[in-house]
Each structure stands twice: as structure tokens, then as C-alpha cells.
């Protein structure tokens, strides 16, 4: 498979985080249709693997938060996560809201023409699998989708495994704090950008980044003053909780 294009992924001015930000259940098709209702045309999501090695959307190692089973993430089945109310935590209007496994999503993006960047969140101690299984499920659920889904990961034996899988598929490395290493991690990786804490950047790191041809990507920006410096800075993409933190356009 030839190697991915540079810019292969459009980073649109805003992403909505975690499917539709904090206006409904993160991680649900609920929250994407929010994003969606917002003209979001882009969506981060955390991805990772059931006992039986279904992709799954869930931020947290548990089930507690956000929904109303209990128990670690990485001894369920997806039969056992499908059975979860996921929305119900987020007011009554979204009980009965499914947990969805990345098939479902990419069927809701594919169909509303809306972007995705996955985030690999691993279980504790599958990083390798999970970068693995995450990028061939993505590779297939996209396969001839006029654009494709974006990796991304703050675990690099997540994303080393998902290039060794997939390398088609544009990646980006997820960092709070940008190490001093970034170049030879970015080049390594082959990536096409470089996602990280807002609060961690500084103006001339976002200029090397982007004189470097990288795409460059912060979060989690809810403050309209943040969002408007770091696009002065060169930032390409505000990833948001707030949909209504600038107009969604390009
Ligand atoms: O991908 C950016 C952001 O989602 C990373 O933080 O904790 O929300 O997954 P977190
Ligand atoms: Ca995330």
C-alpha cells in the first residue's frame, strides 16, 4: 500500500470534541449529530478494544462515568457494551443512547460526509494491539471514502503499530507537552501532524512546527481569546468542547 500523502486529512478550523462537545454524551452518535446540528464538518473520538477486540468508542479505562455499568472497559465484550446506557448519565433526553463501536460512527460520518479523527486509547497494556486493530478496522470501514480518517495517539507503540498496519493512513502524534524530540518522533511516525495541550504552546514552537510542513492541532480550546491567538499563531485546528466557540467554517 503506498505511503499516505502529506495533508491527506483537511483540518478544518474546529473539531468537535469527543463527538459534539459538551452538549451531549461524549463518545455517542447522539454527540455527533450534535456536532452536526452545530455544521461541524470534523469530530474527535476515542477508540479502543473489548474483551473480544470489537473497536469501541470510550475515553476512560472504566465504564463508571459514562455510563451505567460499572467495571473495567477491557473485561467486557461488545455484546456486554452494547446492553450500556451511555447518554442517560447526560440528562434524560439522551437515555437509552447506545455505545457505539467505530463501525457505527464511521457509518454516521460516511454518510454525513463529516471527518473523523480517531484517538487510540488503549487499555492498559494493549497499546500495540490496539494500534494495530484500530488502523485495519479504519482502513476497511473508509475503504474508498473520498477522505479518510485521521490517527492519532499519545502512545507511540500505539502508533508505530497502526503505521506498520495501515501506513495509508494519515497520523498524527497527541502530546500534552511538546517533547524536545518532536522532529525525529514526527519524522519516524511519518505523520502528518502534530496534536497538542494549548496551554503548552508557545508562538515560536508553533512556527518551527509549521515551517517543519507539519499540521498542527490544539485542544482542548473553549475560550474564544485562546482560539483567536492560536489561529494568529499558524494553528490549523481548535479542537473544542464548545461548539459555539467561532463559526464552524472551512
Ligand atoms: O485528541 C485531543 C484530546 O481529545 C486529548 O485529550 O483526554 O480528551 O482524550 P482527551
Ligand atoms: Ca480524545
Known amino acids: 500500500m503506498p505511503q499516505h ?11 468537535a470534541h469527543r463527538g459534539g ?3 451531549a454524551p461524549e463518545n455517542t452518535v447522539a454527540g455527533f449529530r450534535e456536532g452536526m446540528r452545530y455544521g461541524y464538518r470534523a469530530a474527535e473520538c476515542d477508540v479502543k478494544l473489548s474483551a473480544d477486540n470489537v473497536c469501541f468508542l470510550l475515553h476512560d479505562d472504566t465504564v463508571d462515568r459514562t455510563s451505567n455499568g460499572k467495571g473495567a472497559a477491557r473485561a467486557k ?3 456486554e457494551l452494547s446492553q450500556l446506557d451511555a447518554g442517560g448519565w447526560k440528562g434524560g433526553a ?4 447506545a455505545l457505539p463501536t467505530l463501525a457505527n460512527v ?12 480517531i484517538e487510540i486509547k488503549p487499555c492498559p497494556g494493549r497499546f500495540e494491539e490496539t494500534g494495530r486493530l484500530v488502523a485495519q478496522e479504519a482502513a476497511r470501514l473508509w475503504a474508498g471514502a473520498s477522505a479518510p480518517p485521521l490517527l492519532s495517539s499519545f502512545e507511540i507503540d500505539a502508533l508505530r503499530a497502526a503505521q506498520a498496519a495501515e501506513p495509508a493512513l494519515p497520523r498524527a502524534f497527541l502530546c500534552e507537552e511538546i517533547p524536545a524530540n518532536w522532529r525525529a518522533i514526527l519524522a519516524e511516525l511519518d505523520c502528518v501532524a502534530l496534536h497538542c495541550d494549548h496551554k503548552t504552546l508557545t508562538e515560536e514552537l508553533a ?3 509549521k515551517a517543519a ?3 498542527l492541532l490544539c485542544y482542548t480550546v473553549n475560550d474564544p481569546a485562546d482560539a483567536r491567538r492560536l489561529l494568529a499563531w499558524g494553528v490549523d485546528s481548535l479542537c473544542t468542547d464548545r461548539l459555539d466557540l467561532l463559526p464552524a467554517r472551512g
Open 77 to 79: 465484550t461488545m455484546a
Open 94 to 97: 439522551f437515555a437509552g443512547e
Open 106 to 117: 464511521a457509518a454516521y460520518c460516511l454518510a454525513q460526509r463529516m471527518l473523523l479523527n
Open 207 to 209: 512556527r518551527d512546527i
Open 21 to 23: 462537545g459538551t452538549l
Open 213 to 215: 510542513g507539519y499540521q
Open 5 to 15: 500523502p502529506k495533508q491527506a486529512w483537511p483540518y478544518p478550523e474546529v473539531v
